[in-house]
């Protein structure tokens, strides 16, 4: 009886697989993940191209000599690594992992039935997803898409453009789409040119046309699986609220319950909001997670950010309990005007927050054009761009490796905790070459740059 048996299991066993007959809890999809981090050239190039420095020296010597990397929570991948991938696909947020970033970003918003996606703006599908190229959904968009129209001696009359929203479609319609590299061709005179037109340069699309998109519960199960902290973030609603009866507080707290539900302990957990109303009310009905939360802020005038009537109160949000204050990284860092050299300085706002006891995170690395070029907005405190009040001097930035110098400028002397990136290898190297021995030394040394690169 015993042998029979063993050979019905036996039996069985094969006819299973003959059939290949599928687990009934299939588990996530495949993630071909490295077990090591993987940088990548672009660190390597960067030290390359930085001019002779004793911190050029360093990191050099650091390339030379170590032969792994670790994730280093310092390196925040802003929505994902979307230098090369998606914005805010899959692919991106295991780019992300594979390059060291220890913190990963999902931008939080709705759909049409209230279930919480991961996208940069509620109203930004038309760019970032293929929806204008799918009949069945492109009818749904807020505003369908209209041609750009030129006068008769050929200049642009109107732009073309498109509103696609995620709250025009339901969660099943959006996980439909394909992620593509954020743009658009404001000058398209049809719907394929506007979709596929308008990436920026210095970003790739040999990566564009397969991404995966993500709601915020597939971002919890594949940040989990790739061992990795997460920050979401609240993003301001485009549609009146409430919206269908789903206000904000029930938005701000379906993002803590969809963690709590997956339980995600709120320490790996960086929440996060431009809107300081939902950062109060992570501290007071969330404050395990609200502790940990971010107060974004943007200058409402890029121009004048160095106008200390339109910051915050530091003190005053301290007071409520906000930890971390997480602005632009060229509000952090100015230039000395009062030197024949150009020096790097801590900016006044800098300043102001270490004095309220704030954390700083900052943003975004690598979300900008060629240094050579001046690196455009995010360097315009340093770039000549947008200068301090009084003799205006030249900038710092001239050449791409000049990206360790402000890095190194902003971790060392301003202090701050993380930066966000979007190809986070660049900060992942920083600071796994920059020992706490490398980094007391280093700040032994004053940096002086000639305006003359």
């Not at 929203?165 to 339901?170: A, G, L, V």
């Not at 997460?230 to 029930?250: A, H, N, Q, S």
């Not at 995600?264 to 809107?275: I, K």
């Not at 995170?361 to 240094?371: D, F, I, N, Q, Y």
Request: charged share 20%; proline share 6%; aromatic share 12%.
């Amino acid at each position: 009886m015993l042998c029979f048996i063993r050979k019905m299991f036996a039996f069985f066993l094969f006819f299973y697989s003959v059939l290949a007959i599928p687990p009934m809890c299939p588990i996530n999809e495949d993630i071909v993940y490295s077990a090591n981090v993987q940088l990548g050239p672009r660190p390597f190039y960067l030290v390359n191209d930085m001019k002779p420095s004793p911190l050029k020296d360093i990191l050099a010597e650091c390339a030379r000599t170590r032969t792994t990397y670790q994730p280093s929570e310092q390196s925040m991948g802003h929505r994902g690594s979307c230098l090369f991938f998606p914005e805010h696909s899959k692919q991106s947020y295991e780019g992300a992992a594979n390059l060291g970033a220890g913190v990963v970003e999902c931008d939080v918003t709705f759909t049409k039935d209230k279930e919480l996606v991961c996208r940069h703006s509620q109203c930004d599908l038309h760019s970032s997803t293929d929806i204008l190229l799918r009949e069945d959904l492109a009818s749904l968009c807020s505003q369908p898409f209209v041609p750009a129209t030129f006068g008769f001696t050929g200049h642009r009359l109107t732009l073309a453009s498109a509103k696609c929203c995620t709250s025009d479609i339901t969660l099943k319609q959006f996980k439909t789409l394909r992620a593509k590299m954020d743009g658009v061709n404001d000058a398209a005179t049809n719907v394929t040119q506007y979709v596929w037109g308008g990436i920026p340069t210095w970003r790739t699309d040999l990566f564009e046309s397969n991404g995966t998109v993500m709601s915020h519960l597939d971002s919890i199960h594949l940040l989990k699986q790739l061992g990795v902290k997460m920050i979401p973030e609240l993003k301001k609603p485009l549609v009146p609220m409430p919206f269908d009866g789903f206000t904000l507080e029930d938005f701000a707290q379906k993002i803590i319950d969809e963690y709590v539900m997956n339980e995600v302990p709120a320490d790996m957990v960086y929440p996060q909001s431009l809107l300081p109303d939902v950062i109060y009310y992570w501290l007071e009905n969330a404050p395990d997670f609200g502790r940990n939360a971010l107060y974004l802020w943007d200058p409402v005038d890029k121009k004048d950010f160095r106008n200390s009537a339109l910051w915050p109160d530091f003190a005053e949000i301290k007071s409520k309990g906000v930890t971390t204050f997480s602005p632009p990284m060229y509000t952090l860092i100015d230039l000395d005007n009062s030197s024949q050299f150009c020096c790097p300085i801590i900016s006044d706002l800098a300043l102001r927050v270490k004095d309220a006891g704030l954390k700083i995170k900052t943003w975004t690395l690598e979300r900008s054009g060629s240094l050579y070029n001046g690196g455009g907005m995010y360097y315009q405190s340093v770039n000549g761009q947008v200068p301090a009040k009084g003799e205006r001097v030249h900038g710092i930035i001239s050449r791409d490796g000049d990206v360790f110098t402000i890095l190194h400028f902003l971790f060392q002397y301003v202090g701050i905790a993380a930066m966000f990136s979007d190809w986070p290898s660049t900060v992942t190297f920083y600071t796994n070459c920059m020992s706490q021995e490398t980094h007391n030394y280093a700040n032994r040394i004053f940096y002086r740059f000639s305006s003359n690169k």
